[in-house]
């Protein structure tokens, strides 16, 4: 599904058979302006995508963007100008605002985690911790707030996880079941493996055959230990109950990664409002 899959149903969801308080109350003829303004202080996310919700419901619409996806943005900031069918611009209203709310706020919490662990050479990441179907923008929100996508889906990296581990038959076995696998199939595909104890990470360390080791629910000075054990041969990712509390004490320990589910499903959406700054211009 595309994004203009995405927008197209949202807005179908939306409008159903018409939205019959504008269709009553906005002779058809008007053109009108709004503005997007900030209530809130945060990185903004979404522009574009709006901007593609307006002129897939009428490409006549014109947007004037004042601010980027990226930047900070604080109460009082406008955002951007929307010209053209009063109709179409409160059709758009609440699914622009739905998606801009949720993307910003993801980036927020992503660039505060960012900023953090700054001067460490730590990365953050997302995790599959995402709305169902709005993986793609949700992710690209992670990455406008600073921090690094572990992966799209299932497809496009390896990820041998406990229940993988314990279905196989133990660490050795699924490693070699995977090396088996991608052999036959041809794909080139990196592998991590999740740990949840030092027993789990010397057999992971005596094997080998992977990229990156996840040190999952491991306490800071486990972790500290279990990345020095590591020594730089695989990537060491840390995973699992990591707060912004005790994120920088995680950092410190040396580990390449922090994946964080908190980015995209414990998230405050950012308070944006779109606000009619003019009415009834017929012939705009």
């Known amino acids: 599904m595309t994004i203009d899959d995405i927008i197209l149903n949202a807005l179908a969801e939306d409008i159903g058979d018409g939205d019959h308080t504008t269709l009553a109350t906005m002779p058809a003829a008007f053109n009108g302006r709004a503005i997007l303004l900030a209530k809130d202080t945060g990185i903004l996310c979404g522009v574009d995508l709006a901007k593609r919700i307006f002129h897939l419901s009428d490409p006549s619409i014109q947007m004037n963007i004042l601010i980027r996806d990226g930047a900070t ?20 209203e609440r699914l622009v605002l739905n998606f801009m709310q949720r993307l910003s706020g993801i980036a927020t919490a992503t660039n505060r985690a960012v900023k953090l662990i700054e001067g460490l050479n730590t990365k953050i990441l997302d995790t599959r911790k995402t709305t169902p179907l709005l993986r793609e923008l949700e992710k690209y929100a992670v990455r406008t707030g600073g921090g690094e996508n572990h992966r799209m889906g299932l497809y496009d990296m390896v990820m041998i996880k406990d229940n993988h ?3 196989a038959g133990g660490i050795v076995q699924a490693i070699d079941a995977v090396e088996k696998y991608l052999l036959q199939t041809g794909k ?22 992977i990229d990156r080791i996840m040190l999952d629910n491991f306490s800071v000075k486990d972790m500290r230990e279990a990345v020095y054990r590591v020594n730089k041969r695989f990537e060491t ?8 509390k005790t994120l920088r004490e995680y950092a410190e320990t040396g580990v390449d990664y922090i994946s964080m589910g908190a980015l995209t499903h414990q998230i405050k959406s950012l308070d944006l409002s779109l606000k009619a700054e003019e009415i009834n211009i017929p012939g705009l």
Do not use: M, P, W, Y
């Open 188 to 209: 080139k595909l990196k592998i991590e493996i999740e740990v949840r104890n030092f027993a789990e990470l010397q057999q992971v360390l005596d094997h080998g055959k």
């Open 73 to 92: 943005i604080k109460k009082g900031d406008i955002l951007f100008e929307v010209t053209g069918s009063k109709a179409t611009i409160l059709n758009c």
């Open 165 to 167: 581990i314990d279905f």
């Open 237 to 244: 990712e840390a995973s699992g109950g990591i707060t912004e």
